[in-house]
């Protein structure tokens, strides 16, 4: 069992302990019984405290870090240590860490912290600034006089403000050099967001696909106000066909909901045909669906990946998205050209995803619209460009069949494998 720290002879252990107890005590009390002024105060008060217990607690982990407390019990580091200890996720843990010693470094920031003037957002912010200030400045009082000027601006705005005038502290502290150097690391930083933009997209299995992204300030503001303007109560009013849903939409501010909303719709509206290419044809979604579907109130079709939609959705948006309706039993388009055309035409591309939907070589799911149309019969010896010849293969594939290394072996069901040649 671990010693009581109120009897440690060491005064933080017991003050420590001793805030606790009071703290538990408190927030036992019935507080219906504080006037207005008692509650407001109070709240005000437990803020700065609650800034004062985080300094102690950087400090201590500070502390743990420099004397490995964690190598007793065969951790990784103290990160981990505490992190497994406090049941904290250990990225989470490892950042309180490196502000624990950033803090160490800037003394002014931390004794704001500990007096509860500022927070722990604000001095990761101050912090994170002055780190990052080049190490040829001419003058070198002018990460002292930065911190200074931060310190003061945290005291009136909050950490999110705070960040964008970090980004201009040169120009305000150094303005001989700050003007040039803000606007070089500016520059530095756009390029670094745009470098290292991504976005993930998972099927859910419920009908949803979850994802997430990271761009640059200038892409996600302006994302942010093609949203608003589909999310506008005056778009919604409009835009509703029924009263209920104009209701709806008296809440000027939009909602996640409304919001992701406004990004189906914003999708749906995009024009296709001013999209890139993507495998010869417009990005646009091919929709499978059967004629006695298309004509049924009950039902479905199927996106060429394979996810099944409605029937009535499918109708829906084919008259408004970049959707290709693909109604089977019905020809509407020419998808042989024979002889008349050595690549394979948008229509016909279109024809091979219908019906192969992945790379055609055994065991490979490349996706239809990323494969490359392949002809079985060289269209340099004779063979045509019509569906009965056309292949869809993967470039890796799309390579390999064209390898004279390799032995290529086509299967009943349309598939093929290669061999290497002895």
């Known amino acids: 069992m671990a010693k009581d720290s109120r009897h440690s002879a060491h005064p933080v252990c017991r003050a420590v302990a001793k805030s606790r107890k009071k703290t538990r005590s408190a927030c036992g009390s019935q507080l219906w019984q504080m006037s207005d002024t008692e509650v407001s105060t109070a709240l005000l008060e437990a803020t700065r405290l609650r800034a004062q217990v985080e300094a102690l607690e950087l400090r201590l982990a500070a502390e743990a870090d420099r004397r490995a407390v964690g190598d007793k019990v065969g951790a990784t580091d103290t990160a981990s240590w505490w992190g497994h200890e406090t049941h904290q996720d250990r990225p989470a843990a490892k950042r309180r860490i ?42 070198l009082t002018i990460p002292e006089r930065a911190e200074k000027h931060l310190l003061n601006e945290a005291l009136d705005v909050t950490p999110k403000t705070l960040a964008i005038l970090a980004k201009h502290v040169l120009t305000v502290v150094a ?3 700050g003007e040039e150097r803000d606007a070089r690391a500016l520059e530095r930083e756009e390029r670094e967001a745009r470098a290292n933009a991504w976005l993930t997209m998972c099927p859910d299995g419920k009908g949803s696909v979850r994802g997430k992204f990271s761009v640059p300030t200038l892409h996600g503001e302006m994302l942010k106000k093609m949203l608003l303007a589909f999310a506008a109560p005056k778009h ?7 009263d209920q849903d104009r209701s709806a939409v008296v809440e000027r501010r939009p909602s996640p909901e409304r919001m992701g909303d406004a990004f189906c719709e914003l999708l749906e509206r995009l024009p296709a045909d001013h999209l890139p290419k993507l495998g010869g044809l417009n990005a646009s979604v091919v929709v499978l669906i059967d004629y006695t579907d298309l004509q049924s ?39 042989d050209l024979g002889r008349t055309a050595r690549l394979f035409s948008g229509a016909q591309r279109r024809g091979l995803a219908i019906t192969q939907k992945t790379c055609t070589a055994v065991g490979c799911d ?22 009965a010849n056309g292949r869809l293969l993967c470039p890796r594939h799309h390579a390999r069949i064209h390898d004279s290394r390799f032995e290529t072996t086509h299967h009943p069901g349309g598939g093929v494998t290669f061999h290497m040649r002895t």
Not at 236 to 242: G, L, M, S, V
């Open 297 to 335: 109130d009950t039902g479905r079709a199927t996106l060429e990946s394979g996810e099944p939609i409605s029937a009535s959705l499918a109708r829906r948006m084919a008259c408004e998205a970049g959707l290709l309706p693909a109604v089977l039993g019905r020809t509407s388009e020419l998808l």
């Open 175 to 177: 303005p001989e050099i």
């Open 366 to 387: 490349w996706p239809a619209h990323l494969c490359h149309a392949h002809h079985d019969d060289s269209w340099l010896r004779g063979g045509s460009t019509d569906l």
């Open 98 to 139: 490196r502000l624990a010693e950033s803090l160490d470094r800037h003394a002014p920031t931390s004794a704001a912290l500990m007096e509860g003037a500022i927070s722990v957002d604000h001095a990761r912010v101050i912090t994170d600034c002055i780190d990052r200030l080049p190490d040829d400045l001419p003058d």
């Open 236 to 242: 919604q009013a409009a835009t509703k066909r029924d």
